[in-house]
């Protein structure tokens, strides 16, 4: 990851004006490949400051033997605060993210503990709960696919701030680790999950229709006619309400993205002439089923509503 940006730095006064001189040539005059260049070389430099600052908070964290106390936390805490604030701005400068969402939603996402469960179609989405709580007091933690740990700043900084990585072929010791984080949620926590588990795909949507109506026909039957999300997967939510009784459960839903599934497909786009809307619910501990089966009834439910309430935003950013 140094290495990749260095390179990046050393090329730029030669990949800069080549970006700007295709983009021309190509009649785009918003320049959408010199301003996805520019943010992929500020992901870039974001990720090599957690690396090399990594080592110096582990040294003043007692030589690792500290990294858990309330100080280092705070220290690892404000890493992630300055990376999430760059990488929010530059979204919007350059990329044109911008969030549509009002002040019932942000007082939705009022930490206290909190499960935060929201919907995954685009890899931006994955930092849209962070960018919500930016700027607030607030500890949170996401339950992660494994394979993100191939990205060192990522690992090393959200690993020490009590986020999990999860392998996607080992439940039981995924669901100890989500269990695990559950655990440790307090006043100022929030535990972020993606109950589908992957990022939605149309062809994807229909695999999971048929594995689920051949080991679960009722439920099969119960997500019938779903067409912007995924079935949830409601293991993981399990183990996170089972090791926090306290917490409320919060659902993010999301649109704006859909149309990008993939990274090259929103830098032709950008910027994004549409904000991405955002809307919110929460439901009370009290108001949630304890029974497993009645509970994946209840997560069930929470995903046809933002199918629901997808389709009708949808015909809004055509």
Request: glycine share 6%.
């Amino acid at each position: 990851m140094l290495g990749a940006t260095a390179a990046a730095t050393i090329l730029s006064p030669l990949v800069i004006p080549i970006a700007v001189v295709y983009d021309v040539a190509n009649g785009r005059a918003r320049l959408p490949s010199l301003r996805a260049a520019l943010f992929v070389w500020q992901y870039l430099l974001n990720d090599s400051a957690e690396i090399l600052a990594a080592p110096l908070l582990w040294m003043a964290g007692g030589l690792g033997t500290r990294l858990d106390t309330d100080t280092s936390i705070r220290r690892h805490e404000r890493l992630q605060r300055w990376s999430v604030e760059v990488m929010a701005k530059r979204a919007e400068r350059l990329l044109g993210v911008r969030l549509d969402c009002d002040e019932e939603v942000l007082a939705a996402l009022e930490p206290g503990p909190l499960i935060v469960c929201c919907r995954h179609v685009n890899l931006l989405d994955s930092s849209l709960p962070s960018f919500l709580y930016h700027g607030k007091d607030v500890h949170v933690r996401g339950v992660i696919m494994a394979e993100m740990l191939a990205d060192p700043g990522f690992d090393l900084l959200y690993g020490r701030l009590g986020s999990v990585f999860i392998p996607r072929d080992n439940a039981p010791e995924a669901y100890l680790a989500v269990a695990e984080l559950g655990a440790t949620l307090d006043e100022r926590s929030v535990a972020v999950i993606f109950p589908e588990g992957r990022l939605f795909r149309p062809e994807l949507l229909e695999r999971a229709r048929q594995r689920l109506a051949e080991r679960d026909p009722e439920r099969a039957a119960r997500l019938e006619g779903l067409s912007h999300v995924l079935p949830p997967r409601p293991g993981g939510f399990n183990a996170l309400l089972d090791a926090a009784p306290t917490a409320d459960v919060v659902i993010i839903a999301h649109v704006g993205l859909d149309r990008y599934p993939r990274f090259v497909q929103l830098t032709r786009h950008v910027p994004l002439r549409d904000p991405v809307r955002v809307t919110a619910w929460r439901t009370a501990r009290d108001d949630i089923p304890g029974d497993p089966s009645r509970r994946s009834a209840w997560l069930d439910a929470q995903w046809r509503r933002i199918d629901d309430w997808i389709d009708h935003q949808l015909p809004a950013l055509v």
